[in-house]
């Protein structure tokens, strides 16, 4: 009712109703380009264009990273990354070369991983259904204290010191709290439990053996998204798009087609890891190939057209809202694009998708 | 870094910074009281005063509550609702006695409880433990909407129609999304996601058979508590306490502790039906008395006394917080206090806790 961009008549009309006159309808964003991706044998993606590559600037990253990820417990914490991170961030946070600021991004993407594989995904690296969820609940309390309780708040603590997964979290939380404000915070913690409830439901998937419907797949997958990395957009950045406007449906419909379309490109290349789980991984291709009968390059078509739809609405939804007079949502927004650029480009080159 | 309450040498000292003479500290707050409970054996919890009892008042949210519940599509919704919501609304939201207001309450409790009995709690209300991940995704679909995606949201969209929990959460969130704003719309959706983690954990617990201990238990249940309820209070009452002042950690941490008493008091008066169930549900009293081979009356006074301590808790940092320039956060911890009060007033003498 009294969100920021609700206006009677829409977006973009203040000025007609203050008596200006009408502006002139900005031109297209440029930037977006159709690239091929894989073996090149299926259809192009859609995606911006990417805005920085910088080696450097990344292995600098990823020596502060490493050392990070050491102290927080991990074996073996080079091997671990696997220089996955530092490019990670730099690729995708476009507007700072500060590495403590991109460390936001690296250290909390790195914990996101590691649950990600250690308590979700990888049968193989000890991942196990029916313990996933207790697990993540010790995620929340890690990343997001809550009152103190006796005696049980003093064996939670022994617990969550032990784990490095957990000490990541919380450490990568800590990070982000000494750059940014409390809301921005909580910001980034729910959008975290949003995404656990979706492996939640992978979890129960794979351990029932009924896999579901590419369009109950895909309504999961909505809350576990790059969304979630996004929420790191304006803290790395050094700013705060402020919560009246990031919580706007407008621009919450925006971040969620940005976040979609970039996981759904983690999809496409994941799709023979995936397959080859001894209890396969939920994946948008597999879905819709097992729903439709139909073969994997059909399935990889109907997959990347999806993601294109994702991005022009990207591109639309970005424009309309230029005619907002907020330099961090402009700045945001342009954060989220160059987001997709740098995803797209890691997920592309990197081994780990090969 | 930036939060509001954090300045350089703590609450309450601006004051004396600015060269002002030191604010005589403020009295207790009045109104607290040790409060029998049960059969009379177990020690008295200590709770705020009932602020306010209104049958007529409460007879006329359930009318309409009713009504929202038979359109919803709940059978028997009389039954159902047991005549539960429109009390508790009226107990706990004290400062308006504006029926659509209330009704913001009473709609989303009703919601999130028919979820909880449905979906993860009462086995003789067809919950099945591995299906609850899988039936939460769909829940936060239905209350927090992301983009749009062809064909795949069309189907859910049928999904999330057929089942009156789904339009129930849904209906609810619109209730709540016309009368407040988009900030405090995330707010509560968000909540609600990290209490359906832990609702995954319990379900994992009983699905296997392996219950936690009692530390472990409560910190789950600490991202599970009438905190989400509280997520409503300025909702309710017509104002909204702002996303800065909402998450600063200080405000965070009293309102944790609020809802982990309430629903302290929640565990305590379901101890018998807990235990009954076929798979029994996790309770703090029955994991203490597994944990320390005691009596269930040994459990039942520990968890008594953590609950005292931690309203004792939330009544000092209450006093602190008053040193705080907000009118929005005075009314906010105002209805928390209330909150309690009616929370422990509605769990003691309704039906469905004898």
Redesign the interface.
Known sequence: ???LLTGPSGLGTSAARLGRPEAVALPAEPGYAERPWGDGTAPPLYVPVLEREDAVLAAAVDERLVAWAGECGFEEPERFLGGMFGRLAVLTHVDTDDVDQLLIAAKLNAAWWAADDLYADSTEMGAIP?????R???A??AM?????????????EE?LAADPVLVGLRSGIAHL???????V??RVC??T??M???W??Y???R??GNY?????Y???R??DTFYTSMTLIDAVGGY?L???LY???RV???L??AG?AAVMVNDLVSVEKDAADEQPVCNMVLQIAADRECSIAEATARTVE?HN??VR?FEAGHRALLAVPSVELHRFLKGTKAWMGGGFEWHTTHPRYR
Request: glycine share 2%; aromatic share 10%; hydrophobic share 45%.
């Open positions: 009712m009294r969100d029916a313990e996933l969820p207790p993540l609940a010790l929340m309390a997001d204290p809550v009152a103190p309780a006796a005696e049980f708040t003093v064996e939670l617990t709290t000494s750059r940014s404000t409390a809301t915070v909580q729910y959008s439990f949003a656990f409830v979706s939640g439901a979890a129960a998937w351990h029932t579901p419907p590419a369009w109950q895909l309504a999961t909505q809350h705060e402020p919560a009246p919580y706007d449906p919450r419909q925006l969620t087609a979609t999806l739809q994702l609405d």
